[in-house]
Each structure stands twice: as structure tokens, then as C-alpha cells.
């Protein structure tokens, strides 16, 4: 018995010891090649004493001063160098504790946007079904991933209008740029009334939800458009694909669309300390600090000199390391061989994503999430950790794992990766 109230309490969890690089210990002494950066958080890879330090440097001087009266230097470091890395002329962080908080901020932040611009009638947010933005009830109301609401779904907002994700069937825009899913979008907007609408938020590439997930081409810029055509704030949930994940800072950079805000957290400090960030284009900070000059909004924690700091030095590591080419780079290896395996597992059904974001489509089961749940059961027993995920355009059905391990990792770990992965295939058979 432990008083630990577990996110599973009939589940057995092994005591994590250390982490070194792309591997995690526990206390029985096994080792786990980490397949997933956790979920997508540990980019920078595990046991960065650098961090640590730059952690412990920043609490001995001071842990918490309220952003309400102080900055600290490490909240403007971390933002100074989110500007400089940021593409799209995203400039301006505010800081939070993770990607639901994140959520959240941008969507009260959209509708406070609108409330200072004029035009007070604006507060729908349209997001994808089969998509995933957070827990709270807020980013659950936003996100499209059925199973994840059902429990919940007397609690979720009916402020979030949800619309069809990218078919894989759509044969891609027409001459006037569009395809039956950026219409579809066109169509909700028209319902809910397009006065009303402040913001669209979606994922550049899937999470959680339609898992690597890539839009097809002339997809996002439609999005882009349509967003612009109806005055409507575009939000990129970049928590999952920011920060070098997909082999470029952003998962918006392969669309070349500019977002008006976008929202990170995770591969952000990756995973060293609880951070996150929605970061603005210049015309959403404006509107705030020459109009009211106060965002209605905050948390206790945000802007947290201790967590900034770990950001601020992760983000010095990522660049100094020159992490995002090695994604690239490592991704493409890891895509190739997945696609290797394709023709030797029949459970395999595609392989999707982009850069060290990659997906496996599994053939569809009647029992949602239970082959992905037991593929990943499968590979962490063997000393491999994926992350299974479930849900896609055909509701809660629609298995799928991710493999998407730190963005430091190299072509023998990759190879290892590929091998664990082949025989857990193979063990699922
Ligand atoms: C795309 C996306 N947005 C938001 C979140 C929520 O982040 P957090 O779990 O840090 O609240 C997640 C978490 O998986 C995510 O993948």
C-alpha cells in the first residue's frame, strides 16, 4: 500500500532512478532506451547537470518572487532568447507551468484580444476533433479527443466549436486552394457566425490524437487564409511539435503559415522543470499594452525564475548543440527504418509524421486503444518506451504510437530504437 494516489492505482510503476542521454534507470537496475522523450517532453536528453546547475544557481539566489510585482532575470532571458530563435515575428512570452496553462492563456488571451480591438461578440474557439490541447477543463473543452472528454463532457464549454481534421482521403485544394476539410472549416465558421469566432487553434502536426498527423499540402496555408478572410486570431498548439521536435523550430515552419500566437511547453525546458508558454505576434501584445494595458489573467507560478531558468538553459543547449539539424537529421533514419519495418508487420498500417515525430498506424481494433496500450506494455517490458495514443477521423478507433525519442539522439540509438521496436511488432503478432 503507498499513498500515492497513481494515475492508474492497479498499475504496476517501476521507481525511476536516473537518466543518462537517451536512456532511463530504475532502482532494479533496468535500462529504458526513452523511444518517447517521456511524452515528447525530454528533448535535450536525460542527467543535463548544466540545467541542474543553472536550477540550483537560480533557487539558491531566489525560488519565487510574484510576477505581479517582480521580473527576474531569468524570466527575460528565457524570453529574449524564445524572440530570437522564434520564426513569424513571435516575440512575446508569457510564461506558464505547462501545456494546459498554455491553453488556456491563449484562448482568454484571444478573447481579450478582441475585447480591446472592438469587437466584443468575438469568443468561439474552432478546434479539430481528433485533436488534443490539455486536461484542464478549459483545454479539454478545446481538444477533439473523444475519449479523453467523455468522462467529462457535462463540464466542457460549448464556446469550442469542433470541425473535421484532414482526411486522408481529400485528394488535396482545388484550383481556388481549397479541399473538402478546409471548406468544412469554412462551413463551422459560417454556423457559429462569423462575428463571433475570436481564434482557431489546432496542432501543426498530431499528438495524442491522429498521431504524426501531417497535413496535406495547401492544407495550413487555406487554414491561414481563412483565418485572416474572417479576422480570426490563428493559435499553433505547439507543445508537442515546438522547439525542433519536427526537424525545424516549429511544426508551422513546414507550412510556411504565421500563427498569431503560439502555445509550447514540454521540449521548451524539456521536461528539467514545469514550463510552459504561449508567445505572441507583436499585434496581440499591442492590443493588450496600449489598450487596457493589463491581460485579466494569471498564475501563481507562471514566469517561475527556477523553471525559466531551466528554459533559458535549455534553450542555449538546443542551439549550442545544434539539436534542431540533428533532428532532422535522426528523424529521417528513424522514418526510413519504420518504413522498412512496414512490409513485415501486418499490424502496421502506415507511418506518418515529420522529423523525430513519427508515428506508427496500427489496423484498427474494435477495442480502442488497447492494441497501442499493449504494444507499448510490450515494448517498455523489453526495455523500450513508446507512446501510445488512440483516436482518429473515425472517433475513438484509431490506434497508434509515437516514436519520438530526444532530439540529441544518435544513428546507433536510432538502430537500437528500430530493432526494440521490431521485436515488440513481433511479440504483438
Ligand atoms: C499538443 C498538446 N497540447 C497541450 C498539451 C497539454 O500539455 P500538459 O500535459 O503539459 O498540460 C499536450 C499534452 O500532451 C499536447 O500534446
Keep these: 500500500m503507498t499513498d500515492v494516489f497513481y494515475r492508474a492505482p492497479a498499475n504496476p510503476y517501476p521507481t525511476i532512478d536516473h537518466g543518462e542521454g537517451v536512456y532511463l534507470f530504475d532502482k532494479d537496475g533496468h535500462r529504458y532506451l526513452d523511444g518517447a522523450s517521456g511524452a515528447l517532453v525530454a528533448n535535450l536528453g536525460h542527467g543535463r547537470r548544466e540545467i541542474a546547475q543553472a536550477m540550483a544557481a537560480q533557487a539558491e539566489r531566489v525560488a519565487f518572487a510574484h510576477t505581479m510585482r517582480f521580473t527576474s532575470e531569468a524570466q527575460e532571458e528565457l524570453a529574449r532568447r524564445i524572440a530570437a530563435l522564434l520564426p513569424f515575428g513571435l516575440r512575446h512570452t508569457y510564461p506558464v507551468s505547462g501545456g494546459s496553462e498554455a491553453t488556456e492563456t491563449a484562448v482568454k488571451l484571444a478573447r481579450q484580444y478582441f475585447l480591446e480591438t472592438g469587437e466584443p461578440k468575438r469568443f468561439k474557439v474552432l478546434t479539430r476533433w481528433a485533436s488534443y490541447h490539455g486536461n484542464s477543463l478549459g483545454a479539454l473543452s478545446a481538444s477533439g479527443h473523444i475519449g479523453r472528454r467523455r468522462p467529462y463532457e457535462p463540464l466542457l464549454s460549448p464556446a469550442f466549436v469542433h470541425f473535421a481534421p484532414p482526411g486522408p482521403a481529400c485528394p488535396g485544394p482545388g484550383p481556388d486552394g481549397e479541399c473538402s476539410c478546409t471548406r468544412a472549416l469554412r462551413a463551422a465558421i459560417e454556423q457559429a457566425g462569423p462575428d463571433t469566432v475570436a481564434a482557431i487553434l489546432m496542432e501543426p502536426v498530431g499528438g495524442s490524437a491522429n498521431s504524426g498527423l501531417v ?24 507543445v508537442m511539435t515546438g522547439f525542433g521536435r519536427t526537424g525545424l523550430t516549429l511544426g508551422m515552419e513546414h507550412f510556411e503559415v504565421a500563427p498569431d500566437m503560439i502555445t509550447a511547453a514540454k521540449g521548451l525546458s524539456g521536461g528539467y522543470a514545469p514550463l510552459g508558454a504561449v508567445v505572441t505576434a507583436d499585434r496581440v501584445y499591442e492590443a493588450i499594452r496600449s489598450g487596457s494595458g493589463r491581460f485579466a489573467h494569471g498564475f501563481t507560478y507562471g514566469g517561475h525564475p527556477v523553471a525559466c531558468a531551466a528554459g533559458a538553459k535549455a534553450l542555449e543547449i538546443l542551439e549550442r548543440e545544434r539539436l534542431i539539424e540533428n533532428a532532422a537529421a535522426m528523424g529521417e533514419l528513424l522514418r526510413a527504418g519504420l518504413e522498412d519495418l512496414l512490409p513485415r508487420h501486418e499490424v502496421m498500417r502506415e507511418v506518418r509524421g515529420l522529423g523525430l515525430m513519427q508515428a506508427v498506424v496500427l489496423e484498427t481494433d474494435q477495442r480502442p486503444g488497447a492494441r497501442a496500450a499493449r504494444l507499448s506494455d510490450i515494448a517498455f517490458d523489453a526495455g523500450l518506451i513508446v507512446y501510445a495514443g488512440s483516436g482518429g477521423p473515425e472517433g475513438l478507433l484509431g490506434d497508434h504510437v509515437l516514436l519520438a525519442p530526444p532530439l540529441i ?21
Excluded at 219 to 230: E, N, S, W
Design 409 to 429: 539522439v544518435r544513428a546507433e540509438e536510432v538502430s537500437e530504437l528500430l530493432d526494440r521496436f521490431d521485436r515488440a511488432l513481433s511479440a504483438l503478432h
Design 215 to 238: 497535413p496535406h499540402p495547401g492544407y495550413m496555408q487555406a487554414v491561414g487564409r481563412i483565418a485572416r478572410a474572417y479576422g480570426i486570431l490563428l493559435i499553433a498548439d505547439e
